[in-house]
């Protein structure tokens, strides 16, 4: 079983960065696929990156494609999703997801809220 950490949300201006970090627990993580997703207030949860287990594919929701990079550092057990010009409607409650790509097993995180507002 894998447990999922997020952290580095907060508040930020339109245009600022942010840098979440997705930090996992066990000896597997380099067995996981990971992604990013997000649920903003009234909507359902939706896709946002994605990162094969070593980092050579990686895929993102049309909206955030030239402004978020996801990565991932396996020796740390952690993944992040690097957050640039950020607009209003990034607002959310930004989700780490894993899903083993021997088992299928996946897990969530518990998220972090990451607010874009003036």
């Known amino acids: 079983q894998v447990q999922l950490v997020e952290s580095g949300g907060g508040l930020v201006q339109p245009g600022g960065s942010l840098r979440l970090s997705c930090a996992a627990s066990g000896r597997t993580f380099s067995s996981y696929d990971m992604a990013w997703w997000r649920q903003a207030p009234g909507k359902e949860r939706e896709f946002v990156a994605a990162?094969?287990?070593?980092?050579?594919?990686?895929h993102y929701a049309d909206a955030v494609k030239g402004r978020l990079t996801i990565s991932r550092d396996n020796a740390k057990n952690t993944a992040y999703l690097q957050m640039n010009t950020l607009k209003p409607e990034d607002t959310a409650v930004y989700y780490c997801?894993?899903?083993?790509?021997?088992?299928?097993?996946?897990?969530w995180g518990q998220g972090t809220q990451v607010t874009v507002s003036s």
């Open positions: 990162i094969s287990i070593n980092g050579d594919i990686t």
């Open positions: 997801y894993a899903k083993n790509i021997f088992t299928s097993n996946d897990y």
